[in-house]
């Protein structure tokens, strides 16, 4: 059984139905309850279509002025709309718009009429619908590319002779990029990967992920699908779900100058971690989103996993929650927060979350989990507090607390806007036990070192951590070090740090960005122009 396979016998045990809360400021909003694989399509700001799977036999289209209250405007029914052939185990639509004419890709089976669906020997494929305006009554659904060599809709369980990333099975994706108006989807070996194509020349297919092409870690559970693309200043997006739905399903996103270097070859982000308990069982899933912007803002429109005590999924509905961007382009993830705090020598520390409703979760995360460690990731789940959930949108400020003798009283306070990625709390007399620093991603191929100020000489020293260490990461923790010349320079005497990157070891034409440090902060991100 393919691992696309088992998305089914959880979505089509439960029909649509409306939610109609209303987002407030950075809370994650209920849409639709029941409804998972959400695709939204932006007519413009006042109109919005939300679509997704449903009870696997019918697709429902939902409308919305607001892109917070939908209301129902149709069921999609193959079956009824094609006078030949039955469709079944719907799911994964895709809602676009070409010219005038508005389109439906999404996945399923298809029989002839009175047929039992799926027949054995037959595998998942992709149709597309029209429309001619927005009624969107969608009418017979078509092949793909029928009768060439081309990534095509294919009914059969085997690779087309030209090759798997030609047989476009699931979670079909379009995008304009101003040029060119492409096809993403989903096609299997070895597990579920993305590929695409230009639709005016599709005799070139371009792979994105997956493990039949890239090397994947083990907890994407060799899936890579929902492919999901935008534009914003210039830069592309490529956002994909890893892990089986019922398992660490998760998001994440690759960022590129081009649509084709839209690849695994460039640094793979985390926008959401899988949630567990303090047992290890899960707890919550994100996935299968789309991003819609509206008025200057970014929105996640995604799919939550509900799981009972035991791990098992119990439910899949479709939310919302802001994004905002970094200065590198990098997107806040949807539920992780790296919370810094300086030390106190001997000192152990708890920590607690303020809520916007005034109430306080504390501990979340109790010194037994922490001890005398200076960060922690905030991932929504605390664990010393019954592993209640709590979303970042939830929180108005991060509490340390501190103590050398387990009586504690004591504690720091720093206010959370609810939606970003890092909170530093400074401890009255405490130092500076590391700086994470963080910076842009240049060329797929680039690499990187780190450069530091001296502020008591104002000299540079570089490299302070050479590319033999660095190499292509974006990240790195300094501790008070300059390993490649052998030599301490604690924090509290560096007055800025740089990062410069080279491609083919030509560090001769090395490009650098600085920014300017002040001998405290736990964290800096820098942009390399």
Sequence with gaps: MKPVRAVLLLSFLCSALSGTAHAQDNS????????????????????????????????????SNDLTAFRFKRDYNPSAADPTYDYCFLWAPDLSKTGSVYQLHFSGHRVPNGAACPP????????????????????????????????????????????????????????????????????????????????????????????????????????????????????????????????????????????PELTRARAVRRLSLPLKNSAGRLVQSHGHNVIVERRGEYFNIFHVGAFDSAGNLTSRSTYKQRVAFKVDGAMTSLNQVSVRWNRLA?????????????????????????????????????????????????????????????????????????????????????????????????????????????RDTGAWIGPCIGVAAVNKSLAWTYQGRCDTPGINVPASNIQAFRICSAVNGDWAHARCGAAAYDGRAMHSRINIP
């Design 120 to 259: 054995a020997g037959q595998e998942v494929t992709t149709f597309v619908a029209t429309a001619p305006d927005l009624n969107l009554a969608f009418g017979a659904p078509q092949p793909i590319n029928a009768n060439t060599t081309w990534p095509r809709t294919t009914t059969g369980t085997a690779c087309l002779p030209q090759g798997c990333n030609r047989n476009i099975r699931i979670d079909s994706a379009t995008f304009n990029d101003g040029v060119d108006r492409w096809l993403f989807y989903v096609w299997f070996q070895n597990g579920n990967n993305i590929s695409s194509f230009k639709l005016a020349a599709p005799g070139t297919v371009y792979n994105h992920a997956g493990p039949a092409v890239f090397a994947t870690p083990s907890y994407e559970e060799g899936i890579n699908e929902a492919p999901e693309l935008f534009k914003r200043d210039g830069r592309y997006y490529l956002l994909f779900s890893g892990g089986w739905y019922n398992s660490q399903y998760a998001m994440y996103y690759v960022m590129a100058d081009t649509v």
């Design 28 to 63: 994650r909003t209920l849409l639709m309850q029941w409804l998972a694989d959400p695709d939204v399509y932006k007519e413009n700001d006042d109109l919005f279509f939300l679509t997704g799977t449903g009870n696997g036999v019918v697709l429902p289209l939902y409308e």
């Design 346 to 454: 001997g000192y152990s520390y708890s920590l607690d979350v303020v809520l916007r409703d005034g109430s306080v979760v504390g501990p979340c995360t109790s010194v037994t989990l922490l001890g005398q460690a200076n960060k922690t990731v905030f991932d929504g789940v605390c664990r010393s507090a019954g592993d209640r959930v709590v979303t970042k949108g939830e929180i108005a400020a991060f509490r340390i607390f501190y103590s050398n003798n387990n009586v504690w009283g004591p504690f720091v306070e720093k206010a959370y806007d609810g939606i970003s990625d890092d909170v530093s709390l400074e401890l009255p007399g405490g130092v500076t036990p590391f700086v994470d620093l963080e910076w842009s991603e240049e060329e797929t191929a680039a690499q990187y070192s780190i450069d530091v100020q001296r």
